[in-house]
């Protein structure tokens, strides 16, 4: 058993705590956050055994979780590793579960102690923040992406495997950049999409007041994403612009020939349109 140590005690970093609790993977946990409500609503309700400092949470911690939102994750982790560095930690383990990766890799990639840190990304959330959203077995049966694992020692690794398996994760490995072009297609976009149909119906809705009164379950589950947080968002967009910029290019063209096949009265074309995109039940069953 480890002690954990949770850097952002939102969502993603509470429900780890949760699980990794309850499975008996940490047999203690500290947290620290930088919105004080946060922390101690964290403690309040059992996230984290105590608030911490930075310097505490690390010198305490034989793992700790980085998770906070891409813009600001970099410089933590470069602070984090120095102080490996400055502490001798050679046997702590850092990670991360930011959604985007390449330039993170970048920044670290020289650091003395870059290979105490283990780059993730666990493919799970819901559109719901802060502490308040943790909630058990939020990570069972999702893929959580290692990348660049051969920058990490191994032992770093072993561990790091060991804790998301405890969370019933599957482990898939691949670099930062595939790592960054997957992402883009399997969760960028569908924020982007899911945004702009918030937009679209929020425009709308100034005119037709029953709208929200007569949207469907379909309706609630494509929008629902456009709840996600703006501080979340904002930095994963513009960190992974240019293949959020291809994906987003690649759809437009997709809408594109919908929308002229239903100006043109094209059965044919929208029954190949549909058919065409039925194929993602070979892959999403």
């Known amino acids: 058993m480890s002690t954990v140590g949770i850097v952002g005690l939102g969502l993603i ?49 034989d793992l700790i979780v980085v998770s906070v939102p891409v813009s600001a994750a970099t410089d933590m982790l470069q602070r984090i590793l120095d102080m490996f560095k400055e502490g001798n930690y050679t046997e702590k383990v850092v990670i991360d579960v930011c959604s985007t990766k390449a330039q993170i890799a970048e920044r670290l990639k020289y650091h003395p102690c870059r290979k105490r840190y283990v780059a993730t990304h666990p493919m799970a959330g819901t559109e719901h923040c802060g502490p308040w959203a943790a909630m058990p077995g939020l990570f069972d049966g999702r893929a959580c992406i290692i990348a660049d694992q051969e920058e ?3 032992s770093a690794v072993r561990e790091v495997e060991e804790m998301y398996k405890t969370l019933n994760m599957r482990i898939v490995y691949m670099n930062s950049d595939s790592h960054d072009v997957h992402t883009a297609y399997v969760s960028h976009l569908s924020h982007v999409t899911s945004f702009a149909l918030a937009l679209t119906v929020l425009d709308k809705e100034k005119d037709e007041k029953h709208i929200f009164d007569l949207a469907s379950g379909g309706f609630s589950s494509t929008v629902r994403l456009a709840k996600s947080n703006a501080d979340m968002w904002v930095p994963i967009l513009t960190q992974n612009h240019d293949n959020v910029l291809q994906v987003m290019d690649t759809y437009i063209e997709k809408m594109k020939a919908f ?18 995109a039925n194929k993602i039940k070979k892959i999403l069953r």
Do not use: F, H, Q, W
């Open 152 to 154: 990490s020692d191994a």
């Open 259 to 276: 929308r002229e096949a239903v100006a043109s009265y094209d059965e044919d074309k929208i029954r190949e349109l549909i058919t065409e």
């Open 13 to 61: 970093g509470g429900s780890m705590a949760v699980d990794l609790r309850a499975r008996g993977y940490a047999s203690k946990l500290v947290g620290t956050d930088r919105n004080p409500l946060n922390a101690s609503a964290a403690c309040r309700l059992g996230l984290v055994d105590r608030e911490v400092s930075l310097e505490e949470c690390v010198s305490e911690s």
